[in-house]
Every structure is written in structure tokens, then in C-alpha cells.
């Protein structure tokens, strides 16, 4: 639905931002804007900003960022016609009229919800009726108490032909909407064109699926005989898609922002078990393996869900369908975790036997996505040949390749390849020299170790030679020249504001600036640079911007002036912006070098490793750059190359 533009500015002028928002966050006033913690993803310090002058919030942790209709979208769990309308009453504003196609499907499914709700009514009361005793007997034994049968709405289809449709086909209620509804089945075969419409549900416990906002919208039910299937799902509706939809989303949505997490189980029983047991973000897919859709919805929910399988082997088989399918998925910060659970058990038998304490401790050691792709590469397999290890690296670097993401794509190849390397070393370990073999640097060769979840080190790392970082005033330089860029050259903010947002500036008075600035794009990114400068120095930052667009400044920054072209103004940032990243891991790594000579733990030789591999990394970068011909140059050019990656770590 659309609504005029007239109508939505009206709307945010009524309610205030800061007021709506503080009935949630605790909000500190801080000059001109509001701080918080960010109700979007857990932190300690506040990082989460809302200017009621120009109507956004922003959180500068997690990225989130909206207005006020954005912001209940987010925290109610509304759509966008729905939160308008929500805020619409707050305001008591009416809302303009729909058009008469928008008011018929609206009509159609506000009809169709209230056929689900009486449905859903029916076999709750069938439940507790004397043809639902069989139905409660079942739930009892599996250890179901009232309150929980009534928490989840759990109910009993009668086994009866006509049960439902003579109770709820009336005046209200046309069989043509139970149809629609998928509660009756209305035979298609021309041979049996005459026959009337029927039950689907018959003789089964039903679980009532929702959808985000709790409302009924179809229903899964499990018969209680051997009957064939197993468990019978609602079929596709106007209101319900099977792949789009979670079981226990309702209240497993706002739960998860407490618990920072969601467990996917197998299973509606499953499901309920982990929510007895105090596990209350835990939902279930309904019957088929994990979709994209239903990856993307858990997403919303929290960066790395965790999937829990049963041990046996249907379980082994929807882990690995479930990773092959997110793989190509993937970007930075969101993947999958897995858990699998002992043969022969599910989370409800599991916590029964053993209690919550042992399904957490199987929670907290889940598996990351990229160890379960290596397991399915590696089951059952020797690599004593190096034919066998080059099999290996070849379909793991196919399953790396369909990885969209250039970033996650280079992680996940330099994880299989680390592995790939350390299995070679296992091989030879185990030919030459048992536990006590060491290799040709006079270490000891390593364990098989996991990715990311449980990092890896490589026994030959590459150790570039690193400089101090620069000093302090260069630092400063790169990040007074790419802050005047963008302010005179205002337009390349659309190409650069994401990059701007992942920086962290050493000045802490630039970082400000730089907050100002992706605040200003955010909320306004039509503007021209006089009305920019005119803004920030309004906004408090008049110092800053003498200091950045000074005569002095700009000798050091020529591709940052007003009259520069914009290919050289590309070219400059870019140069910044390398520059501010190449100090930031020069200094991690000197820190890490630190650190392992002071402590040399396995966990800091861990760090220092993953350091050295970007350190190397950025040195190979940036030798391309300077020197292209250096891949395939003089032989001199290539021993250099090789000197640099044998380098030993220092201690």
C-alpha cells in the first residue's frame, strides 16, 4: 500500500522520535541528540544515536538506522502498512483510504485470520473434550503440563470427516473460506467431483503455526497411531507459505535480542522442550529442510543461529543440506553454527535425561558453518597421496568459490587451505616420526585443529618483515585528507559512506566529524558541499574544519581541493583509506607479536598467526601494486617473495 508523502511527514511530526524510542531505550541527552545502548544488538557502551532534529536514529555498532516507522517496524515486528497504522493510532490520525483492490485483499485475509482463530479455538476445546482424550493421554506422557498445552495452544482434531466443518460453517464462515484456509480438503479428481468437501486434520494433536505478530495462520498436526505421514502440515494459503515461515516465531523473535541467539530445532515437540527448559528463542522449520527465505528470516534475528540436530543419520543429512544451502548465502558477520546431539537423542529426551545444563554445554561448543563443510569433505576418508589431498583442496575450494561475497569467499579459502596444509603435516607425522616429529624448521608439526570456531595455525606462517606504524601526524594526515574529499566533493559520499563507516579514526575529534558527516548522508544526502560545510561547522565543528581545509593541510591532501577531478579524488580517498587500514593491522600485529612473546600461549600464537597471514596478505597486495610484474617477474623478484613468506615468526 502506498501513502502520500503528506501523510507519513504528519505522522512523524506528532510523535516524537526521542519519546517514542526512550519507551524502550533508556536515552541520555547528549547536546543536540539522544545515546543509548542499541535495542538491536547487545553492547556496553552506548553506541546508538537519535537526532529528534533530523527524525533518524543511527547505531553505530550494528548499522541499524531508520526512522520513527523504521524503528517499530523493527521492535514490533510490523510491516510497513502495519506500523503506519499502528503509529497512525497513537497520533489519531486517520489513515486515507485504501484503494477497492487494497480493501478486498485486506478484507480477504482479515476474514481468512478470523477463520484460523476459530479453528484454532475448536481444537483447543476438542483437546479437552472426551474425544480428545486420546490426544491429552499422548501429551501427557510426553511430559506436557496445562500450562504448557495452553502456552503453546496445543489442540486435537477429532476423527471425524466433518468435525470442523460443521462446527464452524455458518453465516460468519463459508466452506469456500475453510477451503481457502486449508482445513478442508475439496476432492479434484473428476472421478470424484460429487463427493463433498472433508477434514484435513483428523484424529491428530495440532500445534497452531503463527506468524510474527502470534496470529494463527495454519497449523501442523501429528497423529497419534502409525498413520502415514508422521506429522501433516497446512498446505500453502493466502496466508501461510511453508518455506517463509518458522514454528514458535512469535515468541521466539523478541526473545532472542535477550538471549543474543536462536536455536532451530527439527520439530515442534523440540521446540517446546527448549522453551520449557528455559531456552525461549528456539523455532523449528516445518518439515522440510532450512530455505533461504527462512535463513534470511533468522538473520534478522541474530547474526549466527544455531541449528540443532538429532544424532542419527537424517539428522547428519539436514546439517549438511542446511550448510550447502547458506554457503552461497554468507556475508560478514552472518553465518550458521551447528549442533549435533548424541545418537538416539532430541532436545526433549535429552534435557530429560540429563537436564538443561547438558543441552547449554552443547550449545556453547556448536560447530561453525565452514568445520561442518570440512567434515563433509573429509568423512570417512584417508589422504595418505598427494592425488587424494589435491581432490580435497579442489572441492573445498569449489565450495568456497560459491560463496558470493569477496570477503567471507577469501576466509573461508585461506581456512581450507590452513587445514589443507595441516593435514599434509599430520601424514607426514605419522609416516616419520610419531608424536614426536617435528618439522623442517624444528617444530613440532600440529594437531588437526577446527576453522574459525576453534582456530588453526599454520606451521609454515608467513612472516612479512613489518615497520613500526607510522606515526601519529600521518595518521592524522590520512584522515584529515579523506574527511576534506568527501566534503568538497560531496557526491562521492554515495560511493564511499559505507566504506567511511567501517573506519576507526585515531583523532578522536575527526572521529566525530566523521560520525557528523555519515549522520548528515544519512538523513540528507542531496545536499552540495557549501550546504555541508555550512552544516557541520553550525553542528559544532567549526576547529575541525579550519584544521582539515587548511591551505597547509591540503598540500599534503592536493586531491582533496575543490577544483580537483574527480578520478584523482577517487584515486586520493582510496589511497587514504588504504593507508588508515594498512596502520591499523600493522598495529595489530605488533600488538600480537607482544603479546606472544610476553605470554606464548597457544591462544596468542593463534592471534599472531591470523595477523601474519593478514599482514602477508596486504604485503602481497600491495607489491602487485607497486611492482605487477613481480608474479611472474625476474628471479630475483621471486626469491624476495620467497624469502618474505618464510620469514620466522619472532619471539
Known amino acids: 500500500m502506498v501513502f502520500p508523502p503528506q501523510f507519513l511527514d504528519e505522522l512523524r511530526a506528532r510523535i516524537g522520535l526521542a519519546d517514542l524510542i526512550g519507551r524502550r531505550v533508556k536515552l541520555t541527552r547528549k547536546g543536540r541528540e539522544h545515546i543509548g545502548l542499541c535495542p538491536f ?20 555498532g550494528c548499522g541499524a538506522h531508520g526512522d520513527i516507522i523504521g524503528f517499530v517496524m523493527r521492535t514490533e515486528n510490523l510491516s510497513f502498512p502495519e506500523a503506519v497504522q499502528r503509529l497512525a493510532d497513537e497520533a489519531g490520525v486517520p489513515v486515507p483510504e485504501m484503494t477497492p483492490e487494497e480493501r478486498q485483499t485486506a478484507q480477504r485475509q482479515a476474514s481468512l485470520l478470523q477463520v484460523m482463530e476459530e479453528a484454532c479455538v475448536y481444537f483447543e476445546q476438542s483437546l479437552k473434550s472426551p474425544a480428545g482424550h486420546a490426544g491429552l493421554r499422548y501429551l501427557k506422557e510426553r511430559g506436557l503440563d496445562d500450562a504448557t498445552i495452553a502456552n503453546f495452544r496445543l489442540g486435537f482434531a477429532p476423527d471425524n470427516r466433518s468435525g470442523i466443518k460443521t462446527k464452524l460453517m455458518g453465516e460468519t464462515i463459508t466452506e469456500a473460506q475453510l477451503i481457502e484456509g486449508g482445513l478442508l480438503i475439496k476432492p479434484d479428481d473428476p472421478s470424484r467431483r460429487n463427493q463433498s468437501s472433508y477434514d484435513r486434520f483428523r484424529g491428530r494433536v495440532t500445534f497452531p503455526i503463527t506468524d510474527r505478530r502470534g496470529r494463527v495462520i495454519a497449523f501442523g498436526a501429528r497423529t497419534l497411531g502409525d498413520n502415514q505421514p508422521k506429522y ?86 539436514a546439517a549438511n543440506r542446511a550448510a550447502e544451502r547458506a554457503l552461497p548465502m554468507l556475508k560478514p558477520g552472518h ?37 561442518v563443510i570440512w567434515d563433509m569433505e573429509t568423512a570417512d576418508q584417508t589422504f595418505d597421496s598427494p592425488e587424494r589431498l589435491a581432490g580435497l583442496e579442489y572441492r573445498l575450494e569449489q565450495r568456497a568459490r560459491a560463496i558470493a561475497d569477496d570477503k567471507v569467499q577469501f576466509q573461508y579459502l585461506d581456512a581450507f587451505r590452513g587445514r589443507v596444509r595441516d593435514l599434509k603435516y599430520q601424514s607426514r607425522q605419522a609416516k616419520f616420526g610419531g608424536p614426536n616429529a617435528q618439522n623442517r624448521r624444528g617444530r613440532p608439526l600440529p594437531k588437526q585443529r577446527g576453522g574459525f570456531g576453534n582456530q588453526r595455525y599454520d606451521p609454515t606462517p608467513a612472516m612479512p618483515p613489518v615497520p613500526l606504524p607510522a606515526p601519529e601526524a600521518l595518521i592524522r594526515r590520512h584522515e584529515q585528507g579523506l574527511l576534506a574529499a568527501l566534503i568538497n566533493h560531496w557526491a562521492l559520499m554515495d560511493e564511499f559512506a559505507e566504506t567511511l563507516g567501517t573506519l576507526d579514526f585515531f583523532d578522536p575529534d575527526l572521529d566525530k566529524l566523521r560520525q557528523e558527516i555519515l549522520l548528515l548522508y544519512g538523513s540528507t544526502p542531496d545536499l552540495d558541499s557549501d550546504a555541508v560545510y555550512t552544516h557541520l561547522q553550525e553542528a559544532g565543528f567549526a576547529a575541525q574544519m579550519q584544521a582539515i581545509l587548511a ?49 606464548p600461549t597457544e591462544e596468542n600464537w593463534s592471534r599472531l598467526q591470523e595477523c601474519m597471514v593478514t599482514a602477508h596478505h596486504q604485503n602481497q597486495i600491495n607489491r602487485e601494486k607497486d611492482y605487477p610484474d613481480s608474479v611472474t617477474g625476474s628471479a630475483p623478484q621471486k626469491r624476495r617473495a620467497k624469502a618474505v613468506v618464510k620469514s620466522p615468526p619472532k619471539r
Open 41 to 60: 544488538h547487545n553492547e556496553r557502551s552506548p553506541s546508538f544515536s537519535v537526532s529528534e532534529e533530523k527524525g533518524f536514529f543511527h547505531c553505530f
Open 232 to 317: 501433516l502440515n497446512s498446505p500453502d494459503t493466502p496466508l501461510f507459505h511453508k518455506g517463509q515461515v518458522l514454528y514458535g516465531l512469535a515468541n521466539a523473535w523478541p526473545a532472542s535480542r535477550d538471549e543474543n541467539r536462536v536455536v532451530v530445532a527439527e520439530g515442534y515437540m523440540d521446540v517446546i522442550a527448549l522453551v520449557r527448559a528455559g531456552i525461549k528463542a528456539a523455532v523449528a522449520p516445518l518439515g522440510t529442510a532450512l530455505t533461504e527465505s527462512q535463513i534470511t528470516l533468522l538473520w534478522r534475528m541474530t547474526p549466527e543461529p544455531v541449528l540443532c540436530f538429532d544424532g542419527d543419520n537424517a539428522g547428519v543429512r
Open 335 to 371: 553465518s550458521l553454527r551447528f549442533v549435533t546431539l548424541p545418537t538416539g537423542e532430541d532436545p526433549d529426551t535429552l534435557i530429560e535425561s540429563q537436564g538443561v545444563g547438558a543441552m547449554e554445554a552443547l550449545l556453547q561448543d556448536a560447530r561453525a558453518l565452514d568445520r
Open 551 to 599: 591551505p597547509d593541510a591540503l598540500t599534503h591532501a592536493g586531491f582533496a581541493r575543490a577544483e580537483a577531478e574527480s578520478a584523482a579524488v577517487r584515486l586520493g580517498i582510496a589511497e587514504m583509506v588504504d593507508g588508515l587500514r594498512e596502520q591499523g593491522w600493522r598495529a595489530e600485529l605488533v600488538e600480537a607479536e607482544r603479546a606472544y612473546a610476553e605470554n
